[in-house]
């Protein structure tokens, strides 16, 4: 339900990102047809990648919530926060093969040179991009290379 509700909120900011100059690439847990297609349900105009063994996800250090914390008060207002927003739950998905749902997402902005100028790591699943971040550090980018 949060990975649905964060490619919804992507789906209107396409603008925002293209007059910063970024391009966004969503990873995702599946295989690269199912990251696809999850990603085209949501209106997709970013790149969908998909990653099965989930090793970009442990590349950038994105960790593991635990059983306990997925009933935390946080991920409690989180869902009511994606359910509000009209995102269900897809239980097939969330027990998908080569899904971890205990698998914490993060959000990382890297220059065209490799150099990683924002990591953003979940603490917990219902963690949702900051995108008004996203964009200043995508101008602090376009600022050191202006120069």
Do not use: H
């Amino acid at each position: 339900m949060f990975c649905q509700e964060q490619l919804g909120g992507l789906k209107d900011k396409k603008e925002l990102f293209e007059k910063a100059g970024a391009q966004v690439i969503v990873i995702g847990q599946g295989e690269q047809d199912f990251a696809k297609d999850v990603c085209k349900e949501y209106g997709s105009w970013y790149y969908c990648v998909g990653d099965p063994e989930r090793t970009s996800f442990a590349l950038y250090g994105l960790g593991y919530t635990s059983y306990p914390d997925l009933t935390s008060e946080t991920v409690k207002t989180g869902a009511k926060r994606a359910r509000g927003g009209g995102f269900k739950q897809n239980w097939k998905r969330t027990f998908a093969t080569d899904s971890d749902w205990l698998q914490l997402p993060g959000t990382c902005v890297i220059d065209s040179q490799g150099k990683i100028w924002l990591m953003d790591r979940a603490e917990d699943v219902a963690y949702q991009a900051d995108i008004p971040k996203i964009l200043k550090t995508v101008e602090e980018i376009k600022k050191s290379t202006a120069k």
